[in-house]
């Protein structure tokens, strides 16, 4: 409660000082946005136990969104929301078996974003709440565990250029790198062995963390809908359309 509470408290904090008056240009522009690329979950008790493999390496993450941004010249807020979906291929060393991990979350982003020269570069905190969380085993077998895993907070850090359009009208593709900060799984889910189903692997690791991750492509279609300026000298400023 305590982290969500700051992270409402960045969001405030943000909005009201690019809200203050000052000589540049303030703007706003919204925007819808997808993303692709690897996704993963790191648990330190399962990497270490040789019962299971991570060598299987990263699955395909996907996530569609929209945004909406307060900028003042090349500072930016942009807030966020998005549906991302995760995987994370395994395998059972003893049975000889593979399976995934497959995992599906809201996500609330709030990014400062700096944009000059035709590019931008963005960094700020995402909360993440969980909507479900599955093992799927082989013979078809679905294992629903998603009480066994908790809403959490990860970095975001991200960087691309502008491909197409205007003022009023511009496409961006960027790369963008998120990493769990705190524990995506409650007790009660190191308990029931999540989410590997065996509780033995955290006998020497009582406390390890899951930590979920991703690194991909970020494309994002923006509009401009308009700017805070003065029509002139002692005159009271006014929303205008690009």
Not at 9 to 26: N, R
Not at 196 to 204: E, I, K, Q
Request: proline share 2%.
């Amino acid at each position: 409660m305590k982290k969500l509470s700051l992270f409402f408290a960045f969001i405030c904090f943000s909005l009201f000082s690019f809200a203050q008056p000052k000589g540049g240009v303030t703007w706003f522009d919204a925007g819808l946005k997808v993303k692709y690329g690897a996704s993963g979950l790191f648990n330190k008790a399962l990497s270490d136990s040789p019962d299971y493999d991570y060598d299987l390496g990263l699955s395909g993450g996907l996530g569609l969104g929209a945004r909406v941004g307060f900028n003042y010249d090349d500072h930016g807020l942009a807030l966020e929301f998005m549906i991302n979906r995760g995987s994370q291929p395994m395998e059972d060393m003893i049975n000889g078996t593979t399976f995934d991990i497959d995992w599906s979350t809201y996500d609330i982003y709030a990014l400062y974003r700096n944009s000059s020269n035709r590019g931008y570069f963005e960094i700020g905190p995402k909360y993440s709440l969980i909507n479900k969380v599955e093992r799927l085993d082989p013979g078809d077998n679905t294992v629903t565990m998603t009480d066994d895993f908790q809403n959490y907070m990860s970095a975001v850090v991200g960087f691309g250029a502008n491909l197409i359009g205007s003022e009023a009208f511009f496409g961006m593709l960027g790369l963008r790198f998120e990493y769990g900060l705190t524990d995506a799984m409650t007790d009660v889910g190191r308990t029931n062995g999540s989410p590997v189903g065996n509780a033995n692997v955290y006998a020497n690791n009582a406390g390890a963390s899951s930590n979920l991750a991703f690194a991909g492509i970020v494309f994002e279609l923006n509009w401009g809908i308009g700017y805070y300026a003065k029509a002139g000298c002692g005159q009271r400023g006014r929303m205008m359309k690009f």
